[in-house]
């Protein structure tokens, strides 16, 4: 199917574990953002990528990785969970130059025992 | 202080009644604001851009005020349908990001 999509969609961890979440789009959009979402605090960016092989932090990066080796697909790993981790998460995608709007995926809701 | 500041709401109204939803914004040198729509569980989704002359989209209107760094939000005739969180978004022209708002919760009741 067309669009972004993430898996998976619920996640139970303890705490220590590695989690990674998975984002896939079909678009080929160039830039693939990841946000969390917690009560109080709005959508915060984590990580993002302008393009395969090419990744930057954002506002909360600490205690995430990202990798982008494929245009399509934009990981995000918990290399050791912790219960502050506990979140949604939502990956994003857009195209410059073609408005500016970013196509969200159904997220992730994440949750660190 | 916050970079898109929003009143978190909940906005209760009848169906029918017109609301409005402000937004200020810190950073002056922004280029692109937008409303997103969020329902409950969902991801958020584009409801409309802002642009200064100020722009319609049926029942929707939005304002931007560059001078004061306001951004607002007008939905006349309330639909039940249209209860959900609005985001206040804006774009400060570094590296395609965008910053969001806390959100305002708009419950439409009968």
């Known amino acids: 199917d067309a669009g972004i999509t993430q898996s998976p969609r619920y996640k139970i961890t303890e705490t220590g574990r590695q989690v990674t979440l998975m984002c896939h789009q079909t678009?080929?959009?160039?830039?693939m953002f990841w946000y969390r979402q917690d009560l109080g605090h709005g959508l915060r960016l984590i990580y993002y990528?302008?393009?395969?092989?090419?990744?930057d932090k954002g506002e909360v990066p600490d205690g995430y990785v990202v990798s982008r080796s494929k245009t399509e697909n934009f990981p995000l790993t918990l290399e050791s969970a912790t219960r502050s981790q506990t979140s949604v998460y939502f990956c994003?995608?857009?195209?410059?130059?073609?408005?500016?709007?970013?196509?969200f995926g159904p997220g992730t809701r994440l949750t660190v025992l | 202080r916050k970079e898109v500041e929003q009143d978190p709401g909940p906005f209760n109204v009848p169906e029918g009644a017109t609301v409005a939803f402000n937004c200020t914004y810190s950073n002056s040198a922004s280029q692109s604001f937008f409303w997103y729509r969020q329902d409950c569980r969902k991801e958020p989704k584009l409801l409309m851009s802002v642009y200064s002359s100020g722009n319609e989209d049926g029942r929707f209107t939005a304002q931007l005020n560059r001078a004061s760094q306001y951004i607002s939000l007008l939905i006349r005739d309330s639909k039940l349908s249209d209860s959900a969180t609005y985001l206040c978004v804006v774009n400060d022209n570094a590296g395609n990001m965008l910053t969001f708002g806390g959100g305002t919760r708009l419950m439409v009741k009968p």
């Open positions: 990528s302008a393009a395969a092989d090419i990744t």
């Open positions: 994003a995608s857009n195209l410059p130059g073609q408005g500016d709007e970013q196509f």
């Open positions: 678009w080929s959009h160039s830039y």
